[in-house]
């Protein structure tokens, strides 16, 4: 069966200091990858998508950026992080090749910038 | 573009009460609905999904009908538990690689 993980689950970081966040999916070859913000009692926001390793398209120009080094792992950064990047960090994959079929949803990391 | 509108929260229920939570959506084509359930902290799980007119989405008690003439997906469950308390969000997908969400419905129940 196919499974999702991000890490960290909480991180806590000053304004202006680098974030990496990363996620890897096991199970599955080719996925589909999305990287989803959101803000505290609020929906999610798409951040990046990935259809294929070295493909990132992004839907939001902000300090974040997204990488996609292997197949199924893709991470999530900032050179300098701003007190609006706090949020809850979703990680999700849908099938590769299929554009109609259900997202998978990780665990999520909790980023709080001070 | 696509867009999904779902009803504001929160929702308060007695335990076993009847739920309904609305959903209607805007897109082109013929796209797949969706309903997901957030519990506090964690990630979205998938709930129920339907990809065609006409068809019902079922799991746990919960229901949805794909209704293409009113463009809606309402959520529906005959007897709510306390453990059913959680964020509920609706979303779509028209065949572009991404999703649409709605900004979710908070569902208190209470004992």
């Known amino acids: 069966s196919q499974t999702i993980h991000q890490w960290p689950a909480t991180l806590v970081q000053p304004v202006g200091s680098p974030l990496s966040l990363e996620c890897t999916v096991e199970g599955t070859s080719n996925p589909n990858l999305y990287w989803y913000r959101q803000a505290a009692g609020r929906g999610l926001q798409l951040l990046f998508y990935s259809v294929g390793i070295g493909q990132i398209s992004s839907e939001v120009p902000q300090n974040l950026s997204a990488s996609r080094p292997q197949d199924r792992q893709f991470i999530l950064s900032s050179k300098k992080l701003l007190l609006s990047d706090s949020g809850f960090y979703l990680c999700?994959?849908?099938?590769?090749?299929?554009?109609?079929?259900?997202?998978?949803f990780g665990p999520g990391t909790r980023l709080t910038v001070l | 573009g696509n867009s999904v509108t779902q009803m504001e929260g929160p929702v308060t229920l007695s335990e076993e009460a009847f739920l309904t939570i609305n959903c209607t959506y805007t897109a082109t084509g013929y796209p797949s609905l969706f309903w997901y359930v957030q519990y506090p902290g964690e990630g979205l799980q998938l709930l129920l999904k339907?990809?065609?007119?006409?068809d019902k989405g079922s799991n746990k008690g919960f229901e949805a009908t794909y209704r293409k003439e009113t463009t809606s997906f309402h959520l529906e469950k005959g007897s709510v538990q306390v453990s059913d308390s959680a964020v509920y969000f609706c979303a779509l997908t028209s065949g572009t690689y991404k999703y649409i969400f709605g900004t979710g419905t908070r569902l208190k129940v209470l004992a």
């Open positions: 339907a990809t065609k007119a006409d």
């Open positions: 999700a994959w849908t099938a590769g090749g299929q554009q109609y079929n259900e997202q998978f």
